[in-house]
């Protein structure tokens, strides 16, 4: 079975996630804190992850400073499920 990557929705160009449920950032030149017009590269690495008492797996994911905290198997089910769309407006999913 091929490893298959596609980026996560709403972090396109900094993070992906693979179809065996990893987390990769994307190597990316920033500017630094102080605003000087000279910049730094990012490396692209694997990210680690940790997991909660119940065992799934968790990873921070940054944009603009700012760290949001996500659970593995749900940015591997919006990068790669499809969203089903209801016959018409009121109909359960699940008739």
Same mark, same amino acid.
């Given at each position: 079975?091929?490893?298959? =990557?596609?980026? +996560?929705?709403? $972090? ?7 179809? $065996? !449920?990893?987390?990769?950032? /994307?190597? #990316? /030149?920033?500017?630094?804190? =102080? !605003?000087?017009?000279? !910049? &730094?590269? +990012?490396?692209?690495? /694997?990210? %680690?992850?940790? #997991?909660?008492? *119940? !065992?799934?797996? %968790?990873?921070?994911?940054? +944009? %603009? *400073? ?7 198997? @749900?940015?591997?089910?919006?990068? $790669?499920?499809?969203? &089903? &769309? @209801? %016959?018409?407006?009121? *109909?359960?999913? #699940?008739?």
């Amino acid at each position: 079975m091929e490893e298959i =990557w596609k980026p +996560i929705p709403n $972090f396109e160009g900094y993070y992906d996630v693979s179809s $065996f !449920g990893r987390i990769r950032s /994307i190597e #990316r /030149i920033v500017g630094n804190r =102080w !605003g000087t017009s000279k !910049g &730094r590269i +990012i490396p692209a690495k /694997i990210k %680690a992850f940790s #997991r909660n008492s *119940q !065992g799934y797996c %968790a990873v921070h994911l940054y +944009i %603009a *400073q700012k760290m949001t905290k996500f659970y593995v198997h @749900r940015l591997v089910a919006a990068a $790669f499920v499809e969203k &089903r &769309r @209801r %016959a018409y407006p009121g *109909q359960s999913p #699940r008739r």
